[in-house]
């Protein structure tokens, strides 16, 4: 990695971007030339103010000419669903792309022609993209590929991630879109075309790096009901009614399922149905010939998760700038950029 600081713009102000500029921001090794926003209310803004920090003189555009026109070495690219044009606009003007949208983690399952695009503006610009986060990203790719190096023999790889959501407030999201508090039903369809995108680019790109790739992705969502009336942030789940999410992604192979992630969601621990459901974290299981089992928990109060989670998308994406902006051309996956590695002093 180079002396020089890496030049970046944040692009997008979002939950996880806020968290990913005032990353920027602190950085000893990134210095922010820029940051794109889509707000016209935002433009003309401070990035310093808009991410709770001191000013920096960096002031918001909503421009991409003005961002190709500072020429940054890499894009922190977190908006809400993807602009081709303009990721290829970056890309072949010169600016690298790191980015937490889900659809690139493995570059075979996009659209050929959006492929094509992509990799020529790579190529013209000596650029790469890369798609990185938590989850999918670290616990689906980074972790096990750490884990799958004991292996000689891999029969299968379970993740569940736990999510105790009782502490958001956010009655829209969790009532009427998740569906907690209502009676139970066949889950939102939605929710699980969404998961099943991300996590199932996320496995198929695993999987290719162990030479096991997978013949099919299958999805499957469960609810279970709360034993008794639960007042959480967001209001009141009522006895009977759904307090708890279980979807389930399995990549399967050869007739059964090789990888598997299981995605717990809860409000309550206290319901009907006979689910292990622990704190927040993750709890990882590798069937082989070196068996393994890890537990990843938070080992802090709920009511500090808001502002603790956030990092867990933002800071491996920022971390990934200096591997991203060293890497070969085209669009590049976990298994194929060196390890990523946080700047801490």
């Not at 990353?23 to 433009?43: M, T």
């Not at 029969?155 to 009782?166: I, Q, R, W």
């Amino acid at each position: 990695m180079r002396a020089a600081p890496y030049k970046v713009v944040q692009w997008a102000t979002g939950n996880i971007g806020t968290r990913s500029l005032r990353s920027v921001i602190e950085h000893p090794n990134l210095e922010l030339v820029g940051l794109y926003v889509h707000s016209g209310e935002k433009a003309g803004r401070d990035a310093g103010e808009l991410c709770g920090l001191a000013p920096t003189g960096i002031k918001a555009t909503n421009s991409i000419d003005e961002v190709i026109a500072l020429r940054p070495d890499c894009v922190l690219y977190m908006q809400q669903g993807a602009n081709i044009d303009d990721l290829c606009g970056l890309l072949s003007a010169g600016a690298n792309v790191v980015t937490t949208r889900v659809e690139f983690h493995d570059p075979l399952t996009l659209d050929p022609g959006v492929r094509q695009r992509l990799e020529d503006a790579c190529r013209k610009g000596g650029t790469s993209l890369h798609s990185t986060g938590s989850s999918p990203g670290f616990i689906t790719e980074a972790l096990p590929i750490v884990l799958l190096s004991l292996q000689r023999r891999l029969e299968g790889l379970t993740v569940n991630e736990f999510a105790d959501v009782s502490s958001r407030n956010s009655p829209d999201m969790l009532f009427k879109v998740m569906g907690f508090g209502q009676p139970p039903a066949v889950l939102n369809r939605h929710i699980l075309a969404e998961v099943k995108v991300g996590f199932a680019n996320s496995f198929r790109a695993l999987a290719n790096a162990i030479a096991m790739p997978l013949d099919s992705v299958e999805i499957e969502g469960e609810c279970a009901t709360v034993r008794n009336s639960t007042r959480i942030a967001a209001g009141v789940i009522e006895k009977g009614t759904v307090g708890a999410l279980r979807i389930t992604v399995s990549g399967m192979r050869q007739g059964r399922a090789l990888m598997r992630m299981r995605l717990n969601w809860y409000c309550s621990k206290d319901i009907a149905e006979p689910w292990d459901l622990r704190d927040s974290g993750w709890h990882v299981v590798v069937e082989g010939d070196v068996p393994l089992d890890v537990s990843i928990r938070y080992p802090i109060a709920i009511e500090q998760y808001a502002q603790m989670t956030p990092g867990l998308t933002a800071h491996r994406a920022v971390n990934a700038v200096p591997v991203v902006c060293e890497a070969a051309p085209g669009i590049r996956t976990t298994a194929e950029l060196p390890q990523v590695i946080s700047q801490l002093g």
